[in-house]
Every structure is written in structure tokens, then in C-alpha cells.
């Protein structure tokens, strides 16, 4: 349609050279449209409400852990008490009584799901613990990437990781100093 009203200009325009009304609007309508960003908020923005939506949990495949204390944790809606192995679909006790008990033994349930997890995220209690190099270069050499983290950072990680619908696991260790304990 633009097409045709630019041919019927150019002809009308070839009739009537001397008319600027036909020279205006053929520039007008040959001319790319302008456009413009406002990269500033307006005040009416800046004090606009903010909403949240709910993440609808129905599916079993996608597990959360909702809190945690120095016993155990609640994921799911499920108590765990004690060190757990959270992994697609399932949650498992994990026999392990302190970080320094992480070997390469302790993770090999992560190493042998199908389907592969693509990222372990290791919760070490109260605070980040070093891991030894061999376990971590094991793991990588099977196909995982390895975050070790505090409990509470990891438990955070690993939902935001759980909600993006990566193929993720945790490993984690309930922390001993939790000021408030839910559980």
C-alpha cells in the first residue's frame, strides 16, 4: 500500500513540477521512520508498583529447598534432617558429617545420573570450605562443574539454577550457627 501512494505521488509530482505540496509529501513518505529511546525513567516509573509472581510448583520434577537450619531442611515441603543429596526428582540422605568428609566416594551418585547433571552445587555449613583439587578435577573430567559455596548461598543457587530448568544437583551440609531455626 505505501508502494502504491508513492507511485501516484512521483506521478502526480511529474505533472506538476512546481507544486511544493507534492514535493513536501513525497519526502514525507519516502523519508525511514525516526525513532527514539527515552533512556531516563519519568517520575510516573520510578514510584510505579512492583508485583511478584509465584513460581507454580506442581511439577515433582522441580525441587526447592524452601529453609534450612543446623538439623536439617525443608525442600519440597519435605523435612530432611541431617546432610542431603538433592538431585532431579528425588531427595537422599547424603552420609557425609562435615566437609571434610567430601570425597570422591561421598559424590559419586552425582556423577552417575542419567541424565547427566550439568552443575553440582556443594553446601559446605557455615562457611565455604576448600575441596580438594583431585575431587574437583574428577568431577570435571566427568562432565560437572562444581560450585562449592556456604549452605546458604548454595541453597540460593541452586533454586535460582532448579528455576532457570538446568540439570543441577545439590550437596548440602545443614550449617550449625542459623540464628532462627525453623525446623
Given amino acids: 500500500m505505501a508502494l502504491s501512494a508513492m507511485l501516484r505521488l512521483q506521478s502526480l509530482r511529474s505533472l506538476a513540477p512546481h507544486c511544493k505540496l507534492f514535493a513536501s509529501?513525497?519526502?514525507?513518505?519516502?523519508?525511514?521512520?525516526?525513532?527514539?529511546?527515552?533512556?531516563?525513567?519519568?517520575?510516573?516509573?520510578?514510584?510505579?508498583?512492583?508485583?511478584?509472581?509465584?513460581?507454580?510448583?506442581?511439577?515433582?520434577?522441580?525441587?526447592?529447598?524452601?529453609?534450612?537450619?543446623?538439623q536439617g531442611f525443608i525442600i519440597n515441603g519435605d523435612r530432611v534432617l541431617g546432610p542431603c543429596a538433592v538431585i532431579p526428582r528425588a531427595i537422599l540422605q547424603w552420609n557425609v558429617g562435615s566437609c571434610k568428609d567430601i570425597?570422591?566416594?561421598?559424590?559419586?551418585?552425582?556423577?552417575?545420573?542419567?541424565?547427566?547433571?550439568?552443575?553440582?552445587v556443594v553446601g559446605t555449613g557455615d562457611r565455604v570450605e576448600r575441596l580438594d583439587p583431585n575431587i574437583l578435577k574428577f568431577m570435571r573430567l566427568k562432565g560437572i562443574a562444581v560450585e562449592v559455596q556456604d549452605t546458604a548461598n548454595a541453597c540460593a543457587t541452586f533454586n535460582f539454577l532448579v528455576s532457570e530448568r538446568r540439570i543441577t544437583a545439590a550437596a548440602l551440609i545443614p550449617p550449625q550457627l542459623v540464628s532462627k531455626d525453623p525446623l
Avoid at 104 to 116: A, G, I, K, Y
Wanted: proline letters at 5%.
Fill in 25 to 70: 509529501s513525497l519526502q514525507a513518505h519516502t523519508r525511514q521512520p525516526c525513532r527514539s529511546h527515552r533512556l531516563a525513567p519519568t517520575d510516573d516509573e520510578l514510584y510505579q508498583r512492583t508485583t511478584v509472581t509465584r513460581i507454580e510448583r506442581d511439577s515433582s520434577e522441580i525441587m526447592f529447598v524452601e529453609s534450612y537450619s543446623s
Fill in 103 to 120: 570425597n570422591v566416594e561421598s559424590l559419586s551418585l552425582f556423577h552417575m545420573l542419567v541424565p547427566r547433571i550439568e552443575i553440582l
